[in-house]
C-alpha cells in the first residue's frame, strides 16, 4: 500500500488535527481535499483512496470515540427524522447491488466501471464494482449523519467551513492558472505526481480546443472541474446578490468564471447559462425589487467588462480573438464529437437498461453512463429515484419555508443555508447535464452544512414562538 505524495501532506495533517481533538478543522480540510478529485492519498492495488478519505475517516472515528463516551449532541432526533427519505434511499440502493445483478445476472448488458481492458458493454454480473460503490455509499452517508450531529452543537462555526470550501476552490483555479501557464509555456513546471496520482481514474489532461488547452486543475478531465467550479459560482454570485459575504466572496467569482471558461467545457457554458435564467426567473417571481436590481446591473457589470476586454484584446492582442473564436466554434460543434456520440450512447444504454429490468435497475454500481439520471435509473432504477424526488422535495419545500419564515433576519445560518443550497444546486444541474457521479465526501459535508443550519434556524424560531 504505497503512500503518494498528497498522502504525505493529507494524512499528517489529519492526525494531527485528530490528536488535537479538533473535528472543525478535520471537516475544513475534507472540504479542501474535495479538489484533489484526480489524486490519491494510498494507493491499494488499483484503488487509490482520495484526499478526503483521509480527514473524513478520522473524522468519523473522533465521533465514533465521542458517542462512546457519552457526548450527547442535541439534533439527533429531529436530524434521524428528516432523514428518514434519504435513508430509505440509501438502504434501497445498497440491497440492489446485492440481489439485482443476481437476478438480473447476464440478462443484460451494462457499461463496467472501469472499461480499460474492455471498451465496450459486458453482460451483468456481481462485481468488485458493486462492493467498492457500496463502501463509499456507506462511508458518505456515515459521514453526512456525523458531520450533522457536530455543526448542530455550539462550538462548531459553518462560517469557517464555507471559507474553507471557498478556499478549496481558489486553490483550484490557482492550480488550472498554472496548469495553462505550464501548457503555453513548457518550460514552467507541474507537478502531475502530485495531482494525478489515483490509478483508478483516467486523467485527460492533455486535452485540446483548437489552438488552446482546455485545463483540468486537480479534476480528472474539463468537465468534472466546470462541475465543480459552477458549485462555486452559484454560491457566490448568489450570495453577493442576497448581501451576504465580502470581498473574498466577490473575488470567487472572477476567478471561478475564468477558470471554467479556460476548461471549454460545454457542461460548464450550459449549467452557468441555466443558472443566469434560474435567476432571473426567481427574480422576476420574487418580485424582490432589490435583488432584481442588483442582478440587472451585475449583468449591465458582465457585459460592460466583456465589451471592454474584447476590445483591448482587438486592438493589442489580434492573435487572442481569433483562437477564442475557434475555441467557441469547437465547442459549438461537439455535438458531432465522437465523445459526444459515445456519450450519448452511454445514457441511451442506461435509459434502456431501466425499461429492461422492469424499473428496478441493475444495482448500485453495476452501470456507468455519461449523466446522473441515466446513471440513477439503470442502477437504483425507478424506485430509488422517485424515494430521491421525496427527499429533494421535502428539503426544498423546508428551506422555503425556514427562509420564508425568517425573511427579516440576516443570520449566519440564514447565509449558510442559502450559500450551500446553491452550491448544491449549482453541482447538480451540471451533473444532470454530463455527469456520471455527484456524492464525493465533500459534497456530503457541504449537504451536512445545509440540513444543520436548517435544523439551527427552526430550533431558534421554535424557541422564539414558545416565549
Known amino acids: 500500500m504505497p503512500l503518494t505524495a498528497m498522502g504525505l501532506i493529507f494524512w499528517p495533517l489529519s492526525f494531527i488535527f485528530f490528536f488535537r481533538k479538533d473535528p472543525q478543522r478535520l471537516l475544513e480540510l475534507t472540504l479542501i481535499g474535495g479538489i484533489f478529485q484526480a489524486a490519491a492519498v494510498l494507493v491499494m492495488g488499483g484503488l487509490g483512496l482520495q484526499p478526503t478519505m483521509a480527514p473524513g475517516m478520522l473524522f468519523i472515528a473522533f465521533m465514533g470515540l465521542q458517542f462512546m463516551l457519552g457526548v450527547k449532541f442535541p439534533a439527533v432526533g429531529p436530524t434521524l427524522k428528516f432523514c428518514v427519505p434519504l435513508f ?11 440481489l439485482l445483478p443476481r437476478l438480473f445476472e447476464g440478462v443484460v448488458l451494462v457499461w463496467p466501471q472501469k472499461m ?24 458518505d452517508l456515515v459521514m453526512f449523519v456525523m458531520t450533522v450531529f457536530f455543526l448542530t452543537r455550539r462550538e462548531a462555526d459553518p462560517r469557517r467551513l464555507y471559507n474553507a470550501y471557498l478556499l478549496g476552490a481558489a486553490l483550484a483555479c490557482g492550480i488550472g ?3 495553462m501557464a505550464h501548457r503555453l509555456v513548457g518550460s514552467i513546471p507541474f507537478p502531475k505526481e502530485l495531482f494525478y496520482s489515483n490509478p483508478g481514474w483516467a486523467v485527460l489532461d492533455g486535452q485540446m480546443s483548437g489552438p488552446v488547452p482546455r485545463i483540468n486543475a486537480t479534476f480528472t478531465e474539463p468537465s468534472s472541474c466546470a462541475t465543480f467550479l459552477t458549485g462555486t459560482l452559484y454560491s457566490t454570485v448568489w450570495s453577493t446578490l442576497r448581501g451576504y459575504g465580502n470581498w473574498a466572496t466577490r473575488l470567487m467569482i472572477f476567478m471561478s ?7 471549454t467545457s460545454t457542461t460548464g457554458y450550459v449549467a452557468m447559462l441555466a443558472g443566469l435564467v434560474l435567476l432571473i426567473v426567481y427574480a422576476v417571481l420574487s418580485r424582490e425589487r432589490r435583488l432584481f436590481r442588483r442582478l440587472m446591473m451585475f449583468i449591465a457589470g458582465g457585459i460592460v467588462c466583456m465589451g471592454v476586454t474584447t476590445l483591448a484584446l482587438t486592438a493589442f492582442a489580434p492573435d487572442v480573438v481569433k483562437a477564442a473564436a475557434v475555441v467557441m466554434l469547437e465547442t459549438q460543434d461537439k455535438k458531432q464529437s465522437a465523445s459526444y456520440e459515445e456519450r450519448t450512447q452511454k445514457d441511451a444504454d442506461s435509459y434502456q437498461l431501466a425499461f429492461d429490468t422492469y424499473g428496478l435497475g ?11 439520471l441515466p446513471g440513477f435509473l439503470a442502477t437504483i432504477g425507478v424506485v430509488g429515484v422517485l424515494i430521491l424526488v421525496i427527499w429533494n422535495g421535502s428539503l426544498f419545500l423546508k428551506i422555503y419555508r425556514t427562509i420564508k419564515a425568517a425573511a427579516g433576519e440576516r443570520s449566519l445560518d440564514a447565509w449558510m443555508i442559502e450559500a450551500t443550497f446553491t452550491a448544491l444546486l449549482g453541482r447538480t444541474v451540471a451533473t444532470l447535464i454530463s455527469g456520471p457521479v455527484l456524492g464525493t465526501m465533500d459534497f456530503y459535508v457541504m449537504l451536512a452544512m445545509l440540513v444543520s443550519s436548517l435544523i ?11 416565549a
Open 177 to 179: 492558472f498554472w496548469e
Open 456 to 466: 439551527r434556524l427552526q430550533t431558534k424560531a421554535g424557541k422564539r414562538v414558545r
Open 362 to 372: 441493475t444495482g448500485w454500481g453495476s452501470d456507468r453512463s455519461s449523466s446522473l
Open 257 to 263: 468564471t475564468l477558470c471554467l471558461l479556460m476548461t
Open 116 to 139: 480499460d481492458d474492455v471498451a465496450a458493454r459486458v453482460p451483468l454480473a456481481p462485481t468488485r464494482g458493486n462492493m467498492t460503490q457500496d463502501c463509499y455509499l456507506v462511508l
Open 88 to 98: 430509505i434511499s440509501f438502504f434501497w440502493a445498497l440491497l440492489g447491488s446485492i
